[in-house]
């Protein structure tokens, strides 16, 4: 399987960007899906994640209320809505695939398949 993703870019605090993630080579429907991002400096941190219908979903404390996770498994396509940006949530954004449908985890380690990053940089 191989995942794909976009829609980063440049935007001030505040604004608004949605990111997507589009999976190949198999059936989004078979993975529970995942987000993560890595700061300039820092590790890789786990951001949000959904289960294989989109019935479940869990996000890191930094993030809730902001950012929303949602999939569209008739278009194999994941997504990330993030609002309300700020200058911390600069990072490369990655989603990931499990191949466990009902993964209830934060770690990377959990995540079979690794999208290749899409940068988000928020201005002051």
């Known amino acids: 399987v191989q995942l794909q993703a976009s829609g980063g870019g440049l935007v001030q605090a505040g604004g608004s960007l949605r990111l997507s993630c589009t999976l190949s080579?198999?059936?989004?429907?078979?993975?529970?899906m995942g987000w993560f991002r890595q700061a300039p400096g820092k590790e890789r941190e786990f951001v949000a994640r959904i289960n294989w219908s989109g019935t479940s979903k869990y996000y890191t404390d930094s993030v809730k209320g902001r950012f929303t996770i949602s999939r569209d498994n008739s278009q194999n396509t994941l997504y990330l809505q993030m609002n309300n940006l700020k200058p911390d949530d600069t990072a490369v954004y990655y989603c990931?695939?499990?191949?466990?449908?009902?993964?209830?985890?934060?770690?990377?380690?959990?995540?079979?398949?690794w999208g290749q990053g899409t940068l988000v940089t928020v201005s002051s």
């Open positions: 990931a695939a499990s191949t466990h449908p009902y993964y209830s985890g934060t770690s990377s380690g959990g995540f079979d398949s």
């Open positions: 080579g198999g059936t989004l429907s078979s993975y529970s």
